[in-house]
């Protein structure tokens, strides 16, 4: 049973940063791209950022690039999104997904989803 589980959301103030992290199981995390989403209430789920399975191509969404890195730990089986500068925008419920084979990064292209953790940015 493949599982991903995300930790690091909660409130900051505009300018701070958090870290978010995604712990796989169930799966060879390393045969596996991974991403980063969110959703907002009343948006459709949006794209952040993503990173193969070696880690050594990384695609980010213009609305975070510059502000985000997205890293894993294959060792660890997990992947993190640092987020800096955040903004009261970034406001959503943020979502790790796991692919096996990247055609795009929409998100019915995903295999697998975790259940989300809150972030929120206050002014």
């Known amino acids: 049973q493949v599982q991903l589980v995300e930790s690091g959301g909660g409130s900051v103030q505009t300018g701070g940063s958090l870290r978010l992290s995604c712990a796989a199981s169930?799966?060879?995390?390393?045969?596996?791209?991974m991403a980063w989403f969110r959703q907002a209430p009343g948006t459709k789920r949006e794209f952040i950022a993503g990173?193969?399975?070696?880690?050594?191509?990384?695609s980010y969404a213009d609305s975070m690039k510059g502000r985000s890195t997205i890293s894993r730990d294959n060792a660890k089986n997990t992947v993190y999104l640092q987020m800096n500068s955040l903004k009261p925008e970034d406001t959503a419920v943020y979502y790790c997904?796991?692919?096996?084979?990247?055609?795009?990064?929409?998100?019915?292209?995903?295999?697998?989803w975790g259940q989300g953790t809150q972030v929120n940015v206050s002014k």
């Open positions: 997904a796991a692919v096996e084979e990247v055609t795009n990064w929409a998100p019915s292209s995903m295999g697998y």
């Open positions: 990173i193969s399975w070696s880690g050594s191509r990384e």
């Open positions: 169930g799966l060879t995390f390393s045969d596996y791209s």
